[in-house]
């Protein structure tokens, strides 16, 4: 059974970075697609990045472009997010996913995921 846990959150002034950790055990993540997600207080789970498990490309909701870059370390078993020039709206828990098999293409569904790790918590604020 696949199991997930993040980690690297923590509190940030806006402009700075994080770099997120998934971390995989009880298998491989190569045939997976792994997705983050985040959800801040009163609002709905939203996609941030996902990468496919075929052709490993990646895709990022138009909030995060261009600041946010998602990759794989099959070595270590786990998938990063780095997140620069943090911003206040950029508060939230942070999770990642993952489904077997699976083409993010432009919309990937957190219905579609069915591997969770528990979150873990970003506070940008000065």
């Known amino acids: 059974q696949l199991q997930l846990v993040e980690s690297g959150g923590g509190l940030v002034q806006p402009g700075g970075s994080l770099r997120l950790s998934c971390a995989a055990s009880?298998?491989?993540?190569?045939?997976?697609?792994i997705g983050w997600f985040r959800q801040a207080p009163g609002k709905e789970r939203e996609g941030v990045s996902c990468?496919?498990?075929?052709?490993?490309?990646?895709y990022y909701a138009d909030s995060v472009k261009g600041r946010f870059t998602i990759s794989r370390h099959n070595a270590r078993n786990t998938v990063y997010l780095q997140m620069n020039s943090l911003k206040s709206e950029d508060t939230a828990v942070y999770y990642c996913?993952?489904?077997?098999?699976?083409?993010?293409?432009?919309?990937?569904?957190?219905?579609?995921?069915?591997?969770w790790g528990q979150g873990t918590q970003v506070t940008v604020s000065s």
């Open positions: 009880g298998s491989t993540l190569d045939a997976y697609a």
């Open positions: 990468i496919s498990s075929s052709d490993r490309s990646t």
């Open positions: 996913a993952a489904v077997w098999d699976y083409y993010c293409s432009g919309y990937w569904l957190s219905t579609d995921f069915n591997f």
